[in-house]
């Protein structure tokens, strides 16, 4: 039997399901969707806190729900370590005893050292004698963390624990799990909506959306290469445009795509038959803007050119909008740090000229049916 | 000062919070954790005795008690006396018109649990009992708390039922409320004087007592 755990639910409803995901032990699986796509339901069923309709749910080879067998396992016999968005500390209990409470299996004398242990391990060493109110945000996450582990469970699952901490502290504890997976010998289920916290974390990415799982794989591969624009809408990505095939050149391992009159040279992608339509996409940081001082020879990958139609400073970056082939057809986003717009001289109406690296253009089926904005 | 009485009362409220405590606890608890068709009506049900008047409510106890309703009979045939005008017949009573005093702030308690502290117990591990027990009870606790005390006073103060279920047997159903309002009618007004001070005393202790401990438990739940 397979180490590790697979899931694989479906339903109707209340809330539709149709999910199927893996991960192996000591491996991140972060699973990504906007609010309501049912990562927190998905996360339950594991736990066992809800019942799907259908499917199957096994762990390290044990089954913990299979609806055809009709099994279904208790919450408190499955072995999972479950962090809550907001902790769900017991409030009365000293965060001593709230790691204590997960430990009744064990012999009673070994378990307050094992908590302590637990505790020192998520640096709470001295503050055990505390309630959860007494402690901060970010220690009270460490409590959870504590809790959810000191089981030693069998998958861990953790539903969106950064969120109601402030950003520093955020930062501070991705460093500490960021350490701490390197000791977990368990799968670990991570929800978020944050797509960097997934980038920063994961080893795996799920997409969900509207209970379906829609892409999983290598965090950066699916938000640089989404199987379809659904997914490269859900994983942020702007530049989604539409074009023809014109033909492959194997030799030099590109394909040729035509796009508003360009001839566009993109990354080998052989299953997209010359004559075809697609979709194309090109993350942000695939977009080369040129020096209008020193021109290089980058520039000649894929030039384009267009009008700044908007200029948006946030923070140390500034967001542009460029109009390509006029300003009617949607344009091509692109985010660049504040000192090269000011020193290139990057203004609202200034003709700026781009390159599209080809090996950042990626090709997707042209499937328009599920597009709010119809890429062009 | 009429010492049996007193004693009467503080016997049935003992008696009636004895058995609503782990009555309403268990009621309480379901009806917060659980969701099923017709709650409503048991609730709406159980909260009759706070609208109805004690005289209604007394009646129908009596009537339903009473040596030609089938639980009168069947009390009488095992013990060989009648339920009403009993200690018996009137504890019952008072269990009954107590249920929303006892059940509602225990509802409430168990209801404050938000329901992701209950998973999280499922989730390390806990079982139904250790949850309740380790877990719940100590958080529903202000809202037990608020149950007894209530159920206690109420039952000290309860005039209407009790005259109507119980009578007025001395040392077995005159209670100290029926007391007081016989040494009105006989024009004793100092006796009922002396005996609603010493009430409203040991009501004033145990809600003070009761709000006391709440706060100093919210003190040590919050820093």
Redesign the interface.
Known sequence: MAEGIRVRLRQRGPIPLDATLECAPGKVLALVGPSGSGKTTVLRAIAGLLRAGEGEIHSNGECWFDSRRGVDVETRRRRVGYVFQNYALFPHLSALHNVMEALLDRPVAEREQRARDVLARVRLAGLEGRVPAALSGGQQQRVAVARALAREPQVLLLDEPFSAVDRATRQRLYRELAELRRDLAMPVILVTHDLDEALMLADQLCVLHQGRTLQFGDPYAVMTRPDTVEVAQLVGLRNVFRAGVVGHDEARALTIIEWRGHRLEVRLQVAFAPGAQVTWVIPQGHIMLHRRDRPSRGERENPVSGPVIECLPLGENVALTVAVNGPDRPPLFLTVPAHVARRNGIATGVEIGLSLLADGIHLMPSDDTRTPAKPR | MDWSALTLSLKLAGWTVLILLPLGIWAGHALAAYQFRGKAWVEALMALPLVLPPTVLGYYLLVAMGGASPVGQFYESIFGKPLVFSFEGLLLASVIFNIPFAIQPMQRGFEAI?P??R?????????RW?TLW??EL??AWPGILSAVVLTFAHTLGEFGVVLMVGGSIPGETKTVAIAIYDRVQAFDTAGAGVMSAVLLLISLLAIGAAYFTNARSRI????
């Open positions: 938000a992701e502290v998973d999280a117990a499922a989730c390390c591990g806990l079982s250790r380790r877990i100590p958080l040590r739940r919050h820093g």
